[in-house]
């Protein structure tokens, strides 16, 4: 059986041309859905795949209607060819039941894997880069310096508890402990910057 998926990203996007083109192409069913490529919430392919059987094709009119990633493509694909289902792109001339297309295919997984190491490789880069120039990866600091500053000169206070001190700016005592920690780690490198 040929199933079909047909998609669109926004509501004023007209899904009759792909309904169209995939009747043409042999499909007897058709799961057609408006969502963005970018969700994982899509309950029509989801219904399109739980439908198919060993044997079967899901057939799309470009292969940007079925993935919201070129890993995405690849690993839906794959998910496909191990359950025995083909599947075919029109625009791409892309069908896995023919050596052709499941050469075409193997390529794009291999550039998928290539795109998954360059983004990952960049990332380490950048991470690095920033470690050298002082700067530390993850969030923003709950609270600033100064802020810091402030709540050490509160807690010299014994008439103020910590639990005041970390209301008063909005964040849990652990929080303020670790801001302080920090706050006391950069004083103690600073003569060392400077003599450096």
């Known amino acids: 059986m040929r199933i079909g998926y047909a998609r669109v990203s926004t509501e004023d996007q007209s899904l009759e041309a792909q309904i169209a083109e995939l009747r043409a192409a042999g499909c007897e069913e058709i799961y057609s859905e408006r969502a963005s490529g970018k969700k994982d919430n899509r309950p029509e392919l989801k219904n399109a795949l739980r439908a198919m059987r060993a044997g079967d094709t899901l057939v799309v009119t470009r292969l940007d209607r079925l993935g919201r990633s070129l890993s995405h493509l690849v690993q839906t694909v794959a998910d496909l060819g191990k359950r025995g289902i083909g599947f075919e792109s029109r625009a791409e001339h892309i069908d896995t039941a023919s050596a052709g297309g499941e050469l075409v295919f193997h390529m794009f997984a291999s550039f998928a894997q ?4 360059l983004i990952s490789e ?3 880069s950048g991470l690095s880069s920033a470690r050298a120039q002082g700067r530390l990866g993850g969030r923003r600091p709950s609270m600033t310096i100064a802020q810091l500053r ?6 010299d206070d014994p008439k103020i508890s910590s639990s005041d ?6 964040v849990s005592r652990s929080t303020l402990y670790l801001g ?6 950069g004083a103690s490198q600073s003569p060392a910057k400077a003599a450096a």
Do not use: D, P
């Not at 001190?165 to 909005?170: L, S």
């Open 150 to 155: 402030q709540a050490k000169r509160l807690l």
């Open 114 to 117: 290539f795109e998954r190491r």
């Open 122 to 124: 960049r990332t380490k």
């Open 180 to 185: 302080l920690k920090r706050l006391e780690v």
């Open 165 to 170: 001190v970390a209301k008063t700016y909005g």
